[in-house]
């Protein structure tokens, strides 16, 4: 046992610690945050890259799959990166192996090489992020992941300017902090979201790297508004417990990426503030 000498600047220790973190995740002031496209993050859900489908009717982050989820009423989370001529175009992958079987960089390649490659054998292709915005025009809200290209900053400008004309509800996330960064500097009211997980999700960086990112350390130079977390690490004690529910006791929005048909979806919607799915009908 901890003698009454020691427990209480135990105590004021572990007091310090916790008001040092809750300092360094909170999330950013909704008072600064207002207009269109703007504010709150809309309520989900979100499909995931589109409503896509298995049978490959629609594709992931095709047209197709974006008018099924805007004529089903649902919010839309999609992927946007450049080509090498400087096009923002909605696809999730830094290369085209998967997703059409060219065994090239997306960033090595112009519009013009990639604009008529067939999405995943179907009879999809990949639009511009301009298309993507015109079809849906503010029907429902969308959720813009920008990837982590070498070119971020000339990403980072892209897509601000075409969501600075965008007439509807939308935020942005990333996975990377520079990249949430730049947006907090340059564009402070759009609201933003920081992507995590757990420790094991961040395979290709270092110790630190994956400390920073899981612990949500970065949000002291993001402040983003929302985290959105990998909904499988959220259950554990630090993930669920200190992290995701100190993050929205300071006023912060969770979200849940990626439920799909065999998780567990009611406690998923019961979590999180608003989810991201795939292959079901919430």
């Given at each position: 046992m901890i003698s009454g000498s020691v427990a209480g600047p135990v105590l004021l220790l572990v007091l310090v610690v916790l008001v040092l973190y809750g300092f360094l995740i909170a999330p950013a002031s909704r008072s600064r945050s207002s207009g269109a496209g703007k504010g709150l993050l809309p309520p989900g859900p979100y499909a995931h890259r589109g409503l896509h489908r298995r049978d490959g009717t629609a594709v992931e982050n095709s047209m197709a799959a974006f008018r099924a989820a805007r004529d089903g009423g649902y919010g839309m989370e999609l992927d946007v990166n450049l080509t090498l001529d400087g096009?923002?175009?909605?696809?999730?992958?830094?290369?085209?192996?998967?997703?059409?079987?060219?065994?090239?960089?997306?960033?090595?390649?112009?519009?013009?090489?990639?604009?008529?490659?067939?999405?995943?054998?179907?009879?999809?292709?990949?639009?511009?992020?301009?298309?993507?915005?015109?079809?849906?025009?503010?029907?429902?809200?969308?959720?813009?992941?920008?990837?982590?290209?070498?070119?971020?900053?000339?990403?980072?400008?892209a897509v601000a300017a075409q969501l600075?004309?965008?007439p509807g509800a939308f935020c942005i996330e990333s996975f990377h902090p520079g990249i949430v960064r730049w947006f907090r500097r340059h564009?402070?009211?759009?609201?933003?979201?920081?992507?995590?997980?757990?420790?094991?999700?961040?395979?290709?960086?270092?110790?630190l790297q994956r400390l920073l990112l899981s612990g949500l350390l970065t949000n002291v130079a993001t402040r983003p508004h929302f985290v959105a977390y990998r909904h499988q690490d959220s259950r554990t004690r630090?993930?669920?417990?200190?992290?995701?529910?100190?993050?929205?006791?300071?006023?912060?929005?969770?979200?849940?990426?990626?439920?799909?048909?065999?998780?567990?979806?009611?406690?998923?919607?019961?979590?999180?503030?608003?989810?991201?799915?795939?292959?079901?009908?919430?």
């Open positions: 096009e923002v175009v909605v696809f999730h992958d830094g290369d085209l192996q998967r997703g059409c079987g060219v065994d090239r960089k997306l960033n090595e390649m112009t519009w013009q090489e990639i604009r008529d490659l067939p999405l995943f054998g179907s009879d999809q292709t990949i639009p511009l992020f301009s298309d993507v915005l015109a079809e849906i025009s503010g029907a429902v809200p969308l959720v813009v992941e920008l990837k982590n290209t070498p070119r971020r900053e000339e990403l980072c400008r600075d004309r965008y564009r402070p009211d759009v609201i933003r979201g920081q992507l995590s997980g757990g420790a094991a999700l961040f395979t290709d960086q270092t110790p630090w993930g669920g417990l200190l992290r995701l529910r100190l993050f929205r006791l300071l006023g912060g929005t969770l979200v849940g990426w990626t439920v799909g048909d065999t998780d567990d979806r009611s406690w998923c919607q019961r979590f999180f503030d608003a989810i991201i799915f795939e292959y079901f009908l919430p």
